[in-house]
């Protein structure tokens, strides 16, 4: 199973479809340290705290819009963005069934197989 993988400026592409992680955070249910995690979240939301990733030159997109987004950042207006159905792949059961194919297919692979 041969790909080919291009670094293309900012971002990756794996032939011919540009990757990116959408970066997310939650608080845990029933968490022993709510008030902390409350307090965390606060914060990393805080342009003081999205600006750290500017600082050390991390070009993803910012959730405050406070914050100076970098020179280096894709602007989200020139992304081309797949219409990717919520109802149909957010649900549990989707997740699930997807995992366990993946599980079943890809990771069962030689390790070989996927350098």
């Known amino acids: 199973m041969a790909s080919m993988r291009l670094s293309i400026g ?10 990116l992680a959408v970066g997310s955070m939650s608080i845990i249910k029933r968490s022993k340290n709510l008030e902390n995690a409350k307090k965390f979240y606060d914060w990393a939301l805080t342009p003081a705290a999205q600006k750290i990733g500017v600082d050390t030159k991390n070009f993803q997109t910012l959730s405050n819009r406070a914050t100076p987004v970098p020179a280096g950042a894709l602007k989200m207006s ?38």
């Open 10 to 19: 900012k971002i990756s592409a794996l032939a011919g479809v540009a990757m």
């Open 78 to 115: 020139e992304i081309k963005l797949i219409n990717y159905d919520f109802a149909k792949y957010g649900g549990a059961a989707e997740r699930k069934r997807l995992l366990d194919k993946w599980d079943k297919e890809v990771y069962a692979l030689p390790k070989s197989l996927l350098r």
